[in-house]
């Protein structure tokens, strides 16, 4: 399975951007997609999630301001981030892992997009 990732940019603060994410091919069984962020010199961060029943979890610090949606057939997965903050600048990477996870079970990543908020 690929994970292939769109969209990040350059965007100063207050601005918006979409990043998207589809695996190719799909994945029937239930799973979870969404993004993780890294920036320099700190941990890999859950940023926001949803399952393909639809479910989403967000971080705290991104509450309110970036909303995730997914398109299921299409097993891809959006994020649109609004009122964009310097501290949101990092590595976003897409994954896609099982609902319920098990031993050796997959866990995919992609290959990462920036996304710059500076004035």
């Known amino acids: 399975v690929q994970l292939v990732e769109s969209g990040g940019g350059l965007v100063q603060p207050g601005g918006s951007l979409n990043v998207s994410c589809a695996a190719s091919?799909?994945?029937?069984?239930?799973?979870?997609m969404g993004w993780y962020r890294q920036a320099p010199g700190k941990e890999r961060e859950l940023v926001a999630v949803i399952s393909s029943a639809g479910v989403a979890d967000y971080k705290d610090s991104v509450m309110g301001r970036f909303t995730i949606s997914r398109d299921g057939a299409k097993n891809a997965v959006h994020l649109q981030m609004n009122s964009l903050k310097v501290e949101d600048t990092a590595l976003y990477y897409c994954?896609?892992?099982?609902?319920?996870?098990?031993?050796?079970?997959?866990?995919?990543w992609g290959q990462g997009t920036q996304v710059t908020v500076s004035p």
């Open positions: 091919p799909s994945i029937l069984t239930a799973n979870v």
């Open positions: 994954n896609l892992r099982p609902a319920v996870a098990w031993p050796g079970s997959y866990n995919y």
